[in-house]
């Protein structure tokens, strides 16, 4: 790999789960879930993750707590903690910083690093992976798995090949006969809408997806046919993007009571806004289009956007009031609802401060 770019992709093991276990002992030895309990939330949300106890049973992430309560009833639920997993997050990537400035994080427990310039001039990206799994675990009593090859899409693969505590190695001559031995579900990309059509198709591994040609990936597939076509031949010029922009922020909250006024709407709306500013200013961010997104109790989830030429200015009050014009667009009468979001998209950093016109002015004063 000397005349390659060495990347490293870094996946926690279970990392929900792992820290409460952590902190919590007597979670190692049963089948733990985090999310809310279904019995004491009307059956209600998803699971964030579980651990490898409650996998064997079937639980997945994204899976429904109800389901995970019927695949394992003596499951134990535990309410995620958000706060304390990015504080164990920032611990990590003080870690990577050791390594690299070319990191790019994907979510709380998942990052890019690009080694093949190091901060500890070191050639081999296998003592490197090595030695940082090493740190992660003697800072945090957390294990991780490592993949580690040429491109991004070979170095994912490669981290979840053997989880948990697995390093795995790709190098270019070794990329086909790895990727054509991959059962086709393996491939980024081909999901749950995607799998059976690859299997109408014939296409049940990498060896049969690299025997399709391009016109009928394209065909069947669009754009993502041609980034398959590619993968499969070992195939990703991505780079690693050390700073990567974030395009939007929000909060939303769902009620077990759905709200039925419009004082209640109007309080739940003032405390996400306030979340949402508090995140701009903690951020230096600001947006230019404001999203409201409503979810009634029939499950029918409805969104409305404002887009100023100006940013919002990062204020309670100027969300609230934009908020609830839009929200007398989705529903204004017969008030049901059971989830609410508050999002700002096409951010910049605030670097400067922005002239805000007054909401209303004097007639007079605008002849």
């Known amino acids: 790999m000397h005349q390659e770019r060495k990347i490293i992709h870094v996946d926690m093991d279970s990392f929900y789960a792992s820290i409460e276990m952590r902190d919590h002992p007597a979670y190692r030895q049963v089948p733990l879930v985090i999310a809310r309990d279904p019995r004491h939330a009307n059956g209600k949300g998803v699971v964030a993750t579980a651990n490898y106890i409650a996998r064997q049973y079937g639980v997945h992430s994204a899976m429904s707590c109800a389901q995970a309560l019927k695949l394992c009833p003596q499951a134990v639920f535990k309410r995620p903690d958000f706060d304390k997993y ?132 394209q065909q069947h597939f669009g754009k993502m046919g041609f980034i398959l076509y590619q993968r499969v031949r070992g195939e990703d010029n991505r780079v690693v993007q050390a700073t990567r922009k974030r395009k939007s922020l929000g909060k939303e909250r769902t009620f077990d009571t759905p709200l039925c006024s419009q004082e209640e709407v109007e309080e ?41 030429r100006d940013f919002f200015t990062n204020d309670v009050a100027t969300l609230v009031f934009y908020s609830l014009q839009l929200f007398e667009q989705i529903q204004p009468e017969n008030i049901d609802v059971r989830l609410l979001g508050l999002t700002l998209t096409g951010l910049d950093d605030a670097s400067y401060q922005n002239i805000v016109l007054p909401l209303w002015q004097n007639e007079n004063e605008m002849k």
């Open 268 to 308: 739940q709306l003032k405390r996400l806004a306030q979340k949402v500013t508090t995140q701009m200013q903690k951020k230096q961010k600001q947006g230019q289009t404001l999203v409201l997104k409503v979810r009634n109790s029939r499950y029918q989830t409805m969104t409305k956007r404002l887009t100023q």
């Open 86 to 217: 990015r504080q164990v997050s920032e611990q990590i990537h003080a870690i990577f910083r050791q390594y690299t400035d070319i990191i790019e994080p994907i979510a709380l427990d998942e990052a890019y690093l690009d080694v093949t310039e190091n901060k500890l001039n070191e050639c081999s990206a296998i003592k490197l992976a090595h030695d940082l799994q090493q740190k992660i675990y003697a800072k945090t009593q957390l294990t991780c798995s490592v993949g580690i090859s040429y491109n991004k899409f070979l170095a994912k693969l490669s981290s979840e090949y053997r989880k948990p505590m697995g390093l795995t190695v790709v190098r270019k001559e070794e990329a086909q006969a790895f990727l054509l031995a991959l059962p086709i579900q393996d491939f980024r990309g081909v999901g749950k809408k995607t799998l059976p059509r690859m299997h109408e198709l014939g296409i049940f591994s990498g060896q049969d997806l690299y025997n399709c040609s391009l016109k009928k990936l």
